[in-house]
């Protein structure tokens, strides 16, 4: 079974440029999480989708970060303009449903460089 | 809010010792999930172990074992026989709503 994929790996942008980040869940996961992880901190959830729908973004700095998910599969997360503090790793994670024991896959993470 | 913390930023063992990893945390909910993932260096995070709340039995995956206290807030874990391949970010997580996970413990493992 394919994991989760994200793209690019490595990413290396000047304050102020804008960045996209692009996710593929595991086939069948409806539900589909970003994380920020900042260097030697624990992951910290952004955006929870539920299909295409959102179910919590109450973590999402909605003034230069948005997130999509297009069809209720492939999601992209864009930030414009990026901040040198936007420096971490953004994971990417699925999970069957939304239920508390679901597990949740983790993608290998999409390591941002703000300059 | 709920709150996650790993009190010890660095742990190590020697290959075929113990190593007990700590965690406490803070919620006022009865009942939730408790989770461990390890983080290997740049490869991606799997989950190695959960317990329900509810449940008092201890959670156990072949030498990854839980020490749930409930009352206490507590949610350590002890990993046996440890390998080479153990060294690791180990974080400690809780969920209920969203996974919210402590700062990580470094384990170390000596050969």
């Known amino acids: 079974e394919a994991g989760v994929a994200q793209s690019p790996r490595y990413k290396i942008i000047e304050k102020r440029q804008s960045v996209a980040f692009w996710c593929n869940p595991i086939?069948?996961?409806?539900?589909l999480y970003w994380y920020q992880q900042i260097l030697g901190q624990g992951p910290k959830l952004l955006i929870q989708?539920?299909?295409?729908?959102?179910?919590?973004d109450s973590q999402l700095p909605k003034d230069r970060f948005s997130a999509e998910r297009l069809k209720g599969v492939d999601s992209t997360l864009k930030i414009q303009p990026a901040k040198l503090e936007d420096s971490a790793v953004y994971l990417c994670?699925?999970?069957f449903g939304t239920g508390f024991a679901y597990e949740q896959y983790f993608g290998p993470g999409t390591r941002l460089t703000v300059t | 809010a709920q709150t996650v913390t790993q009190s010890q930023p660095e742990m190590s063992v020697q290959e075929a010792e113990t190593v007990t990893l700590s965690c406490t945390y803070d919620?006022?909910?009865?009942?939730?999930?408790l989770f461990w993932y390890k983080q290997p260096p740049s490869r991606q995070m799997i989950l190695v172990i959960r317990?329900?709340?509810?449940?008092?039995q201890n959670a156990t995956e072949n030498r990854f074992s839980v020490n749930f206290q409930k009352a206490a807030k507590s949610f350590s874990l002890k990993i046996s026989d440890s390998q080479l391949g153990d060294a690791a970010m180990y974080f400690c997580?809780?969920?209920?709503?969203?996974?919210?996970f402590g700062q990580g413990t470094i384990l170390t493992v000596h050969p």
């Open positions: 919620t006022s909910e009865s009942d939730y999930y």
């Open positions: 989708f539920q299909n295409n729908g959102v179910v919590d």
């Open positions: 086939s069948g996961h409806a539900t």
């Open positions: 317990q329900e709340a509810y449940k008092q």
């Open positions: 994670a699925s999970s």
């Open positions: 997580a809780y969920r209920w709503g969203k996974l919210t």
